[in-house]
Protein backbone atom coordinates (compact mmCIF):
# COMPACT_ATOMS: atom_id res chain seq x y z
CA UNK A 1 0.00 0.00 0.00
CA UNK A 2 2.99 2.09 0.93
CA UNK A 3 4.86 1.79 -2.45
CA UNK A 4 1.60 2.17 -4.48
CA UNK A 5 0.97 5.34 -2.64
CA UNK A 6 4.08 6.71 -3.40
CA UNK A 7 3.98 5.93 -7.14
CA UNK A 8 0.82 8.03 -7.09
CA UNK A 9 1.92 11.14 -4.97
CA UNK A 10 -1.13 9.99 -2.06
CA UNK A 11 -0.94 9.41 1.53
CA UNK A 12 -0.64 5.91 2.67
CA UNK A 13 -3.91 5.88 4.42
CA UNK A 14 -6.04 6.68 1.67
CA UNK A 15 -4.97 4.35 -0.84
CA UNK A 16 -5.06 1.79 2.30
CA UNK A 17 -9.04 2.94 2.83
CA UNK A 18 -9.72 2.74 -0.61
CA UNK A 19 -8.64 -0.72 -0.93
CA UNK A 20 -8.92 -2.22 2.74
CA UNK A 21 -11.79 -0.46 4.16
CA UNK A 22 -11.33 1.41 7.72
CA UNK A 23 -12.70 1.43 11.34
CA UNK A 24 -13.68 4.23 12.83
CA UNK A 25 -14.74 5.36 16.65
CA UNK A 26 -18.55 6.18 17.25
CA UNK A 27 -20.53 7.49 19.89
CA UNK A 28 -21.81 4.19 19.54
CA UNK A 29 -18.73 2.18 19.28
CA UNK A 30 -16.40 1.21 16.63
CA UNK A 31 -17.88 0.54 12.84
CA UNK A 32 -16.13 -0.37 9.53
CA UNK A 33 -16.30 1.86 6.44
CA UNK A 34 -15.68 -0.74 3.51
CA UNK A 35 -13.42 -0.11 0.77
CA UNK A 36 -14.26 1.24 -2.99
CA UNK A 37 -12.57 -1.55 -4.90
CA UNK A 38 -10.73 -4.78 -4.20
CA UNK A 39 -7.40 -5.33 -3.48
CA UNK A 40 -5.56 -7.78 -5.62
CA UNK A 41 -4.66 -9.36 -1.77
CA UNK A 42 -6.02 -8.63 1.08
CA UNK A 43 -3.53 -11.38 3.05
CA UNK A 44 -1.11 -9.85 2.81
CA UNK A 45 -2.10 -6.56 1.52
CA UNK A 46 -0.67 -6.63 -2.09
CA UNK A 47 -2.09 -4.06 -5.22
CA UNK A 48 -2.36 -5.38 -8.98
CA UNK A 49 -1.32 -3.04 -11.78
CA UNK A 50 -4.55 -2.87 -12.39
CA UNK A 51 -5.46 -1.72 -8.85
CA UNK A 52 -2.63 1.01 -9.37
CA UNK A 53 -4.54 2.60 -11.86
CA UNK A 54 -8.08 2.28 -10.23
CA UNK A 55 -6.22 4.31 -7.43
CA UNK A 56 -4.92 6.96 -10.37
CA UNK A 57 -8.38 7.11 -11.60
CA UNK A 58 -9.50 7.78 -7.63
CA UNK A 59 -7.12 10.11 -7.03
CA UNK A 60 -8.42 12.53 -9.86
CA UNK A 61 -11.93 13.00 -7.21
CA UNK A 62 -9.64 13.57 -4.23
CA UNK A 63 -7.42 15.94 -6.23
CA UNK A 64 -10.99 17.94 -7.11
CA UNK A 65 -12.67 17.90 -4.09
CA UNK A 66 -12.01 15.26 -1.41
CA UNK A 67 -13.33 12.11 -2.17
CA UNK A 68 -16.57 10.89 -0.64
CA UNK A 69 -16.09 6.74 -0.20
CA UNK A 70 -19.48 6.11 0.24
CA UNK A 71 -20.79 8.44 -2.74
CA UNK A 72 -18.23 6.92 -5.34
CA UNK A 73 -18.97 3.48 -4.20
CA UNK A 74 -22.46 4.03 -4.50
CA UNK A 75 -22.26 5.74 -7.51
CA UNK A 76 -20.02 2.50 -9.07
CA UNK A 77 -22.44 0.31 -8.20
CA UNK A 78 -25.11 2.48 -10.05
CA UNK A 79 -23.25 2.57 -13.08
CA UNK A 80 -22.42 -0.54 -13.68
CA UNK A 81 -25.46 -2.35 -12.75
CA UNK A 82 -27.19 0.14 -15.46
CA UNK A 83 -24.24 -0.83 -17.90
CA UNK A 84 -23.16 -4.06 -17.05
CA UNK A 85 -19.26 -3.02 -17.11
CA UNK A 86 -17.44 -4.67 -14.67
CA UNK A 87 -14.93 -2.36 -12.79
CA UNK A 88 -15.74 0.47 -14.28
CA UNK A 89 -12.54 2.93 -12.74
CA UNK A 90 -10.32 0.46 -14.92
CA UNK A 91 -12.23 1.00 -18.54
CA UNK A 92 -11.66 3.01 -21.06
CA UNK A 93 -15.52 3.44 -21.09
CA UNK A 94 -14.91 5.48 -18.28
CA UNK A 95 -14.12 8.56 -20.52
CA UNK A 96 -17.75 8.01 -22.72
CA UNK A 97 -20.97 7.63 -21.25
CA UNK A 98 -20.42 5.65 -18.65
CA UNK A 99 -18.01 8.14 -17.28
CA UNK A 100 -20.55 10.90 -17.49
CA UNK A 101 -23.71 8.40 -15.72
CA UNK A 102 -21.16 7.46 -13.39
CA UNK A 103 -20.27 11.09 -12.67
CA UNK A 104 -23.88 12.76 -12.72
CA UNK A 105 -24.84 10.15 -9.99
CA UNK A 106 -21.74 10.68 -8.44
CA UNK A 107 -22.98 14.32 -8.17
CA UNK A 108 -26.23 13.89 -7.21
CA UNK A 109 -25.15 12.13 -4.34
CA UNK A 110 -22.44 14.78 -3.19
CA UNK A 111 -24.69 17.51 -3.97
CA UNK A 112 -22.33 18.81 -6.14
CA UNK A 113 -22.89 22.36 -7.78
CA UNK A 114 -22.90 22.26 -12.26
CA UNK A 115 -20.10 23.70 -12.10
CA UNK A 116 -18.25 21.43 -9.68
CA UNK A 117 -19.18 18.89 -12.26
CA UNK A 118 -18.03 20.46 -15.16
CA UNK A 119 -14.25 21.10 -13.15
CA UNK A 120 -14.51 17.18 -11.63
CA UNK A 121 -14.92 16.35 -15.30
CA UNK A 122 -12.01 18.14 -16.61
CA UNK A 123 -9.80 16.18 -13.75
CA UNK A 124 -11.25 13.11 -14.44
CA UNK A 125 -10.16 13.49 -18.46
CA UNK A 126 -6.73 14.94 -17.09
CA UNK A 127 -6.46 11.49 -15.32
CA UNK A 128 -7.63 9.24 -18.05
CA UNK A 129 -5.47 11.12 -20.49
CA UNK A 130 -2.12 9.52 -18.38
CA UNK A 131 -3.19 6.02 -18.68
CA UNK A 132 -2.61 3.81 -22.04
CA UNK A 133 -5.31 1.16 -23.18
CA UNK A 134 -4.19 -2.04 -25.22
CA UNK A 135 -6.53 -3.14 -28.43
CA UNK A 136 -9.18 -4.91 -26.05
CA UNK A 137 -9.44 -1.44 -23.75
CA UNK A 138 -7.64 -2.51 -20.52
CA UNK A 139 -5.04 -0.45 -18.84
CA UNK A 140 -1.44 -1.23 -20.03
CA UNK A 141 0.76 1.61 -19.04
CA UNK A 142 0.96 4.79 -16.79
CA UNK A 143 2.09 7.95 -17.03
CA UNK A 144 2.11 8.97 -13.34
CA UNK A 145 2.12 12.97 -12.26
CA UNK A 146 5.33 14.12 -11.41
CA UNK A 147 4.24 15.41 -7.97
CA UNK A 148 1.17 15.72 -6.22
CA UNK A 149 1.07 19.48 -6.52
CA UNK A 150 2.08 19.21 -10.57
CA UNK A 151 -0.56 18.31 -12.60
CA UNK A 152 0.99 19.01 -16.13
CA UNK A 153 0.04 17.53 -19.75
CA UNK A 154 3.82 16.16 -19.74
CA UNK A 155 4.40 12.29 -19.59
CA UNK A 156 7.74 12.04 -19.21
CA UNK A 157 7.80 9.32 -16.46
CA UNK A 158 6.35 6.21 -17.80
CA UNK A 159 5.22 2.48 -15.10
CA UNK A 160 4.76 -0.40 -17.32
CA UNK A 161 4.64 -4.14 -16.47
CA UNK A 162 6.32 -5.38 -19.50
CA UNK A 163 9.05 -2.68 -19.11
CA UNK A 164 11.92 -2.60 -16.61
CA UNK A 165 9.85 -5.16 -14.45
CA UNK A 166 7.55 -2.36 -14.09
CA UNK A 167 10.04 0.26 -12.14
CA UNK A 168 8.97 3.86 -12.95
CA UNK A 169 11.28 4.38 -16.47
CA UNK A 170 11.58 8.02 -18.38
CA UNK A 171 9.81 7.33 -21.37
CA UNK A 172 12.56 9.23 -23.68
CA UNK A 173 15.19 5.88 -23.30
CA UNK A 174 13.54 3.51 -20.74
CA UNK A 175 15.75 4.70 -18.34
CA UNK A 176 14.55 3.74 -14.54
CA UNK A 177 13.68 6.88 -12.24
CA UNK A 178 15.82 4.89 -9.87
CA UNK A 179 18.64 4.82 -11.38
CA UNK A 180 18.95 8.22 -12.05
CA UNK A 181 18.43 9.48 -8.83
CA UNK A 182 21.08 7.41 -7.55
CA UNK A 183 23.73 8.62 -10.21
CA UNK A 184 23.20 11.89 -8.85
CA UNK A 185 22.97 11.28 -5.01
CA UNK A 186 26.39 9.87 -5.90
CA UNK A 187 27.73 12.88 -7.16
CA UNK A 188 27.50 12.79 -10.73
CA UNK A 189 26.35 16.14 -12.93
CA UNK A 190 23.00 16.08 -14.55
CA UNK A 191 25.14 16.53 -17.35
CA UNK A 192 26.83 13.75 -16.98
CA UNK A 193 24.13 11.53 -16.82
CA UNK A 194 22.10 12.84 -19.08
CA UNK A 195 24.64 12.29 -21.66
CA UNK A 196 25.52 8.80 -20.93
CA UNK A 197 21.74 7.71 -21.77
CA UNK A 198 20.86 10.06 -24.42
CA UNK A 199 18.88 12.45 -22.55
CA UNK A 200 18.50 16.32 -21.83
CA UNK A 201 18.82 17.96 -18.64
CA UNK A 202 15.10 18.34 -18.39
CA UNK A 203 14.69 14.58 -18.92
CA UNK A 204 16.83 13.90 -16.23
CA UNK A 205 16.11 16.58 -13.28
CA UNK A 206 11.91 15.05 -14.05
CA UNK A 207 13.21 11.68 -13.64
CA UNK A 208 14.96 13.09 -10.09
CA UNK A 209 11.69 14.78 -9.53
CA UNK A 210 9.46 11.62 -9.26
CA UNK A 211 11.84 9.44 -8.08
CA UNK A 212 11.95 11.91 -4.75
CA UNK A 213 8.57 10.65 -3.65
CA UNK A 214 8.37 7.10 -5.36
CA UNK A 215 9.74 3.99 -3.81
CA UNK A 216 13.27 1.85 -3.89
CA UNK A 217 12.14 -0.08 -5.89
CA UNK A 218 10.02 -1.80 -8.92
CA UNK A 219 7.40 -4.33 -9.31
CA UNK A 220 7.16 -7.08 -11.32
CA UNK A 221 5.03 -10.66 -11.51
CA UNK A 222 5.20 -14.28 -12.01
CA UNK A 223 2.87 -16.01 -14.48
CA UNK A 224 1.02 -18.90 -12.72
CA UNK A 225 0.57 -22.07 -14.52
CA UNK A 226 -3.14 -22.59 -12.94
CA UNK A 227 -6.09 -21.39 -15.01
CA UNK A 228 -7.04 -17.91 -14.51
CA UNK A 229 -4.25 -16.22 -12.96
CA UNK A 230 -1.86 -14.29 -15.25
CA UNK A 231 1.19 -12.03 -14.61
CA UNK A 232 0.88 -8.35 -16.18
CA UNK A 233 0.86 -8.82 -20.51
CA UNK A 234 -1.02 -6.74 -23.03
CA UNK A 235 -3.47 -9.85 -22.93
CA UNK A 236 -4.28 -9.44 -19.37
CA UNK A 237 -8.04 -9.34 -18.89
CA UNK A 238 -10.41 -8.15 -15.57
CA UNK A 239 -10.74 -10.92 -13.53
CA UNK A 240 -7.39 -12.18 -12.94
CA UNK A 241 -5.74 -11.83 -10.20
CA UNK A 242 -2.11 -10.50 -10.58
CA UNK A 243 0.73 -9.55 -8.34
CA UNK A 244 3.30 -6.97 -7.84
CA UNK A 245 6.34 -7.14 -5.95
CA UNK A 246 9.23 -5.42 -6.09
CA UNK A 247 12.63 -6.43 -7.13
CA UNK A 248 16.07 -5.12 -6.45
CA UNK A 249 15.13 -3.43 -2.89
CA UNK A 250 13.24 -6.55 -0.58
CA UNK A 251 10.18 -8.73 -0.74
CA UNK A 252 6.57 -7.15 -0.22
CA UNK A 253 5.47 -8.87 3.22
CA UNK A 254 2.13 -7.37 3.95
CA UNK A 255 2.26 -3.35 3.34
CA UNK A 256 6.19 -3.62 4.32
CA UNK A 257 9.15 -3.95 2.30
CA UNK A 258 12.06 -6.02 3.96
CA UNK A 259 15.48 -4.74 3.40
CA UNK A 260 14.05 -1.14 2.77
CA UNK A 261 12.45 1.79 4.78
CA UNK A 262 9.08 1.79 4.18
CA UNK A 263 6.83 3.98 6.71
CA UNK A 264 2.67 4.25 6.68
Not at 24 to 39: D, E, K, L, Q, S
Not at 133 to 148: A, G, H, T, V
Not at 210 to 215: K, L, N
Request: proline share 6%; charged share 20%; with cysteine.
Amino acid sequence: MTEAARYLKLPAATVRSWFLGRNYATAGGTRTFPAIVAPASRRPPQLSFWNLIEAHVLRAFRTEHGVSVKAVRQALRYAQGQLGIDRLLLRKELSTAAGGLFLERYGELIDLSASGQIALRQVLKAHLRRVEWDEWQFPIRLYPFLSSDLMTAERPIAIDPAVAFGRPIVVRRGVTTAVIAQRVDAGESVQDVADDYDLTPADVEQGILYERGAPGGGWSCAVSPRAGSFGFSSSARVGTNPKLEPRGHGRVVGSQVQGASSSS
